[in-house]
């Protein structure tokens, strides 16, 4: 799937500046990052809402063409009318191949838990965490198997398997999954 978006360089920012482009059907946004200065641009909206309607993922990587210079940066915030809910203002971030990145990435289960033959129920307590790998790594999701879990039983952020190269950052580890409910004796027959 192409990622591309056109934008235009624009001059920088008063209000009456950023009007006149949404009414020429664009967007205002800005381009940051480390070691660089912002660098304010135009977009037209409906690509990008097209590229995140495909990829159905928050970390997709977009490749701004800049009146003929590629950069590859990720979102980092829109913001949207609170009427309409049409795009008024994007921020993309520069990512760099020698630098890694900080994104939220989802959490999801599967697999059928022991204990749920118990009535043991699994519940997601974080839906995403704080991944940190290169840009051209970043995982769609972490998807955490949780057939061996009996009631009582979690999983930590720190027993999250990741891909080679990501890690899950985080000051104090955390539970992300959970199987819960009352712990009773299997009867004779449950057992064997």
């Known amino acids: 799937m192409d990622t591309t978006i056109s934008a ?26 480390p070691g660089t200065e912002p660098t304010p641009i135009a ?20 490749e701004l063409d800049i009146d003929g210079t590629k950069e590859p940066t ?8 609170p009427v309409s809910r049409d795009i008024v203002h994007v921020d993309f971030y520069r990512v760099a191949k ?23 129920r699994v519940r997601l ?8 790998c290169d840009y051209d790594k970043i995982p769609k999701e ?17 027993q999250i398997v990741t891909p080679e190269g990501v890690e899950v950052i985080f000051d104090n580890d955390f ?5 819960y409910g009352k712990k009773v004796k299997a009867t004779k027959t449950e057992e064997e």
């Open 125 to 132: 307590i974080r839906r995403t965490v704080r991944t940190r």
């Open 8 to 33: 235009s360089k624009r001059e920088g920012g008063n209000k009456s500046a950023a009007r006149q482009i949404r009414k020429s059907g664009m967007v205002p946004a800005v381009v940051y990052g």
């Open 43 to 62: 977009i037209e909206p409906r690509a990008l809402t097209d590229i995140f309607r495909h990829s159905q993922d928050r970390n997709t990587i977009v």
């Open 175 to 179: 539970n992300v999954v959970t199987l």
């Open 98 to 120: 020698d630098r890694k990145v900080e994104v939220m990435v989802p959490v999801s289960t599967s697999g059928r838990a022991q204990g749920a033959i118990f009535g043991g």
């Open 74 to 81: 990720l979102v980092r915030e829109v913001q949207r009318h």
């Open 142 to 158: 972490f998807d955490v198997d949780v057939t061996p879990l009996n009631i009582g039983d979690m999983v930590m952020a720190s």
